[in-house]
C-alpha cells in the first residue's frame, strides 16, 4: 500500500504538466514573471547588495548606520513628517469632497469626479509651477489676502514647509477622494435611517453609525497618502527650501553631485522598507474591515 501511494506520488507533477492547459498556462505566464523578474526583483536586489558592499567590496552596514544618523536622519524624519502631514489634510478635505459628491445624483456625481480627477492626469511639474504662481509674494492667494486686507499680508507661502504640504496635499487628493466617495457610495443608508427613526440626533449618527461604516475607507486613504508622499520629488524640490529636503531629494543629490551610489541605495532600501510597512498596515486594515463588515452582517 505505501509503495503504491510512493510510487503514485511523482506521477501526479507528470500528470500536470502532461496537461496542454498546464502548458500553456505556464506559456502564458512566462512573459510575466520575466518581466518582473526583470524589472523589479533584479532591480531591488542590486539595491540591496550595493547598500551592503563598501568601497573594496566587502560587506558592511556603515552606509545604514550613516542613513540613520546626523543629517541624514533629519531628512527621514522630515519626510516621515511632512508624509503624515499631507495624510492627514488630504483626509480632511477629501473627507468632506467625497462626502458632499456622494450625495448628488449619479450624473452630478460623475461630473463632481471628473473636475476632480482631470487636474491629477495633468504633469506634476506643470502643477507645482501653478502652484508657485499661485502661492507666491505677487500671486493670487497673496494678492487677494491683502485686497481684502488680512493682518500680516502678503504671507511666506513658498520655500518653507506650509508650502510643501499644500502641493503634496493637492497632488494627494484625488487619491483620497476616489477611495472615500466609493466607501461612501457603499454605505447603507437604510442604516442611518434607522438610527434616525429611534431617536439618534445627526451628531450621534455620524458618530456611531456613519463614521464606523466609513473609517476602514479612511484608513486606506491615508495610508495611501502616506505612502505615495514617501517618494515624492518634484514638489517637495521646488515649493521647499533647505529644511524641507525629503529623501527622494537626498537620493538624487547622493547620485548626481556626490556620486555616493551605495549611500543612495541604502536610502532607497530604507524608503522600500517603510512603503512596504505602509503597505502590509493597508492590507490589515482591510482585512479588519472586511471582517467587520461579515459580523456586522451576519
Not at 492547459?21 to 536586489?45: C, D, K, M
Not at 466607501?183 to 439618534?200: F, I, K, P
Request: proline content about 5%; overall charge positive; charged content about 10%.
Amino acid at each position: 500500500m505505501a509503495a503504491t501511494l510512493t510510487a503514485g506520488a511523482p506521477a501526479r507533477p507528470r500528470k500536470l504538466l502532461a496537461s496542454r492547459r498546464t502548458r500553456a498556462g505556464i506559456l502564458y505566464a512566462l512573459p510575466v514573471v520575466v518581466y518582473l523578474l526583470v524589472l523589479f526583483v533584479y532591480p531591488i536586489f542590486s539595491t540591496l547588495l550595493l547598500s551592503l558592499k563598501d568601497a573594496d567590496g566587502s560587506f558592511t552596514l556603515h552606509w545604514y548606520a550613516d542613513a540613520l544618523t546626523g543629517v541624514n536622519l533629519s531628512v527621514l524624519i522630515t519626510t516621515l513628517r511632512i508624509s503624515a502631514e499631507t495624510a492627514v489634510l488630504s483626509l480632511v478635505f477629501g473627507f468632506v469632497l467625497a462626502q458632499a459628491i456622494s450625495r448628488l445624483k449619479p450624473i452630478l456625481a460623475g461630473l463632481a469626479m471628473l473636475v476632480v480627477v482631470v487636474p491629477h492626469f495633468v504633469s506634476a511639474l506643470v502643477r507645482t509651477y501653478g502652484w508657485i504662481i499661485m502661492l507666491g509674494d505677487k500671486g493670487l492667494v497673496n494678492e487677494t489676502l491683502t485686497a481684502m486686507p488680512v493682518p500680516g499680508a502678503p504671507f511666506q507661502l513658498l520655500y518653507n514647509e506650509l508650502g510643501v504640504v499644500i502641493g503634496t496635499t493637492s497632488m494627494m487628493l484625488p487619491y483620497t477622494v476616489l477611495l472615500l466617495y466609493g466607501v461612501m457610495r457603499g454605505v447603507d443608508r437604510r442604516l442611518l435611517a434607522a438610527a434616525a427613526s429611534m431617536g439618534a440626533g445627526r451628531v450621534t449618527i455620524f458618530r456611531r453609525v456613519y463614521l464606523p461604516l466609513v473609517a476602514p475607507g479612511l484608513a486606506s486613504a491615508g495610508l495611501l497618502s502616506f505612502i505615495l508622499s514617501l517618494g515624492y520629488y518634484i514638489t517637495p524640490a521646488l515649493m521647499g527650501g533647505p529644511n524641507q529636503t525629503m529623501i527622494a531629494t537626498l537620493i538624487n543629490q547622493q547620485v548626481t553631485k556626490e556620486n555616493q551610489w551605495n549611500g543612495a541605495a541604502a536610502q532607497g532600501v530604507i524608503l522600500l522598507v517603510l512603503t512596504l510597512a505602509g503597505l502590509l498596515l493597508v492590507k490589515l486594515v482591510s482585512s479588519l474591515g472586511a471582517s467587520r463588515k461579515k459580523r456586522n452582517a451576519s
